[in-house]
């Protein structure tokens, strides 16, 4: 996968970096301690606009590398910049590191190491460590490895694992969640045939990124082990000024952007919660998803049958499978996940729907709320009375694996925790089964404000 494009040039480490010479500087010392041979990589860095006078020590932190200075006139954002270290990558193979990734000694070997055996996963994560202004005088003094607390409770560790580390694999099953260009790689062909960074994130800050390593994954076919990670291709993560408000700003932005994109439970949870949480949520749900597919279950159409004529009316979001069974009336919508995803019908599962408040008579999930976690469940029940007059919670019998089974008194519980926001009542449906109706206290519209 690796292979060697131009002489013995095996790996291309690609850099942007905006007003940031001072970090810069120490990533590229680190990249001259590398345990690999200095002729087998090249190291690319892309000074996307602002002034450069801050820069003039930047190639004599880099002596004795292969580097690769590209100036962008303008600013441009990090997705232009580093699709343009891209192009004058010479390597089979791209590292993309950010301005201030202090390397570990053994991080481009390790890398280099995991994509040399083809049958690994086509995306290795590297470890990112967190190091706060304590840290920064070992950093100077060209430390190739400092001291930090593997925790995140004690300011150190990978931000993005709750423990400060990974626990399991299970969450690479998201990988992409967790692919911060900080430290990641991927093969250029991979990297040339989804298209590269989407540019239209601009100049703002966040999930370019992972928008991108999630085109690959979907490239690659969904499956579970397109990502590995490498607690021993470890970087440092140098202490920078950063605007926060700004930046969550531009997240949202950025969020709204891929929303629009991937109508999918991949990205429902993105921003929501810490990338962790995330990631067990799109595990989980894609597991349930697959689960209600197995089994043939969740199914629309006796529900289309056997409630409509209940209904007050005919904008109704049906969710489950099985709507290519049945009949929708005119103005219907679906969440069905046997369909493909189109304008009418999304792979959702609720937490924040492209649809207008107010604008459904009903809301029918069969089945598949059972598989929510409370939370999600609540956050489903108080999104969906937003959008609709109704909520029909169906409970077929079915069996699911990983579901709740609710019975009588799982129903008796469910109107009494939620009758402070919700008018409930339960009902017998032959033919289909029990059927949880909640209407909301306050009228769709005004429950969003």
Not at 42 to 68: F, S
Not at 376 to 390: H, T
Request: hydrophobic fraction near 40%; aromatic fraction near 8%; include cysteine.
């Amino acid at each position: 996968m690796a292979s060697d494009v131009n002489g013995g040039v095996e790996l291309s480490v690609v850099i942007p970096t905006h007003e940031d010479a001072q970090c810069l500087e120490l990533t590229l010392r680190s990249l001259r301690r590398q345990s690999l041979a200095p002729e087998r990589f090249e190291v690319i860095v892309v000074r996307d606009g602002g002034d450069g006078g801050d820069y003039t020590d930047v190639a004599d932190a880099g002596k004795g590398l292969n580097l690769r200075l590209v100036e962008l006139a303008e600013r441009q954002g990090r997705a232009a910049a580093r699709n343009a270290g891209v192009r004058h990558a010479s390597a089979g193979l791209l590292l993309f590191l950010d301005s201030d990734s202090y390397a570990t000694p053994e991080l481009l070997e390790r890398h280099l190491a995991h994509h040399l055996d083809t049958d690994r996963p086509a995306v290795l994560i590297g470890r990112r460590d967190e190091l706060g202004l304590s840290h920064v005088n070992a950093a100077l003094a060209g430390e190739p490895t400092i001291p930090v607390p593997n925790r995140r409770a004690d300011g150190g560790g990978d931000l993005r694992f709750p423990a400060g580390h990974p626990a399991g694999e299970e969450w690479l099953q998201a990988g992409w969640l967790f692919a911060f260009t900080h430290n990641v790689s991927v093969s250029r062909k991979l990297f040339d045939e989804v298209g590269g960074f989407d540019e239209r994130f601009g100049l703002r800050w966040g999930l370019e990124d992972i928008e991108l390593f999630y085109r690959v994954h979907r490239h690659l076919g969904l499956l579970e082990r397109n990502f590995a990670y490498d607690d021993a291709a470890a970087a440092y993560h140098l202490p920078h000024h950063r605007n926060i408000d700004r930046n969550w700003q531009d997240f949202a932005n950025n969020r709204g952007l891929v929303a629009e994109k991937y109508l999918v439970v991949e990205w429902e949870f993105v921003g929501m919660l810490e990338v962790y949480d995330s990631a067990e949520r799109v595990v989980h749900y894609r597991a349930s998803i697959a689960d209600c597919l197995a089994r043939s279950a969740c199914r629309i159409g006796p529900a289309v049958d056997l409630l409509q004529p209940h209904l007050p009316g005919h904008r109704v979001l049906w969710i489950g499978t099985g709507s290519d069974r049945t009949t929708l009336p005119e103005g219907a919508l679906t969440f069905d996940y046997a369909a493909p995803a189109g304008p009418t019908n999304h792979h959702l599962i609720g937490m924040s729907p492209p649809i207008a408040p107010g604008s459904l008579d009903a809301v029918v999930s069969v089945d598949f709320w059972r598989y929510l976690r409370w939370d999600d469940l609540c956050q489903f029940i108080n999104v969906a009375g937003a959008l609709a007059g109704e909520v029909h919670l169906v409970s077929t019998g079915a069996e699911l694996s990983g579901a709740v089974d609710p019975d009588a008194s799982t129903f008796g519980y469910l109107t009494r925790v939620l009758r402070t926001a919700f008018e409930t009542a339960v009902s017998d449906v032959d033919g289909l089964g029990t059927v949880l109706r909640l209407r909301p206290h306050l009228p769709p519209a005004a429950a969003t404000e």
